[in-house]
Structures are given as C-alpha cells and as structure tokens.
C-alpha cells in the first residue's frame, strides 16, 4: 500500500510563487507515475501535471504549462509542483496521486490512479 502526504498549499496573491510536496512511503517512489490534480466545489478533479515513472516524461494541462513545473526527487520518495504566476483560477485543493500501472493515455483521468494524498489547499487572491 502507498501513502502520499502533501504539504505546501496555502494563501499567495496574483502572480505569486508556491511549492507543494508530496512524500510517498510503502513502495519504491521510482516504481510510480505520479500526478497532481486539483478540484474545486462543484467541479470534477481536474488534471495539472504527471511524471511518468523514472525517464518517462513529465506532462501538463494546457492551462497551467509554462507556469508550473512537476519534479520528482525519488532518492527522497518525494514529488514536488512548483507553481509560478499564480492565478485566481488556480484556486483549487491540489491532490498528489500515484499509480504503479499508468500508461501515457490514461495520466490525465483520476481513475488511472489508485493512491491518493490528503489534498491541500492553494488560494490565490486577487
């Protein structure tokens, strides 16, 4: 079983930086794709970026490429969202995600992915 916990969300204004983590333990981090998606109330869980197992590729939602960034750092069992030039349409609970079966067709659908972190909150003010 994987466990993901986050941390790093928070209140930023318009065009502000932020850094979400995400830690995995109970699996060898190498060994999964792992994913941000992000929800707001009301909405469905909305794809942001995915790294795809060790050399696989990173790849993004059209709406947040060029200003996040998704890395990996497996010797720490940690992922990272680097998010710059926040918008308030950013505003969303971020999830970090993982999946040891993930092919490329399926890193934007949240069913591809069977762990999941607690979520933390990004708010961006205007």
């Known amino acids: 079983q994987v466990q993901l916990v986050e941390n790093g969300g928070g209140l930023v204004t318009t065009g502000g930086s932020l850094t979400l983590s995400c830690e995995a333990s109970g699996r060898t981090f190498s060994t999964l794709t792992q994913a941000w998606f992000r929800q707001v109330p009301g909405k469905e869980r909305e794809f942001v970026a995915a790294l795809k197992r060790s050399g696989g590729g990173t790849y993004y939602a059209d709406s947040v490429k060029g200003r996040f960034t998704a890395s990996r750092d497996n010797g720490k069992n940690t992922g990272f969202l680097h998010m710059n030039s926040l918008k308030p349409e950013d505003t969303a609970v971020y999830y970090c995600?993982?999946?040891?079966?993930?092919?490329?067709?399926?890193?934007?659908?949240?069913?591809?992915?069977?762990?999941w972190g607690q979520g933390t909150q990004v708010t961006v003010s205007s």
């Open positions: 995600a993982a999946s040891g079966t993930a092919i490329l067709s399926s890193l934007r659908y949240a069913s591809t992915y069977a762990y």
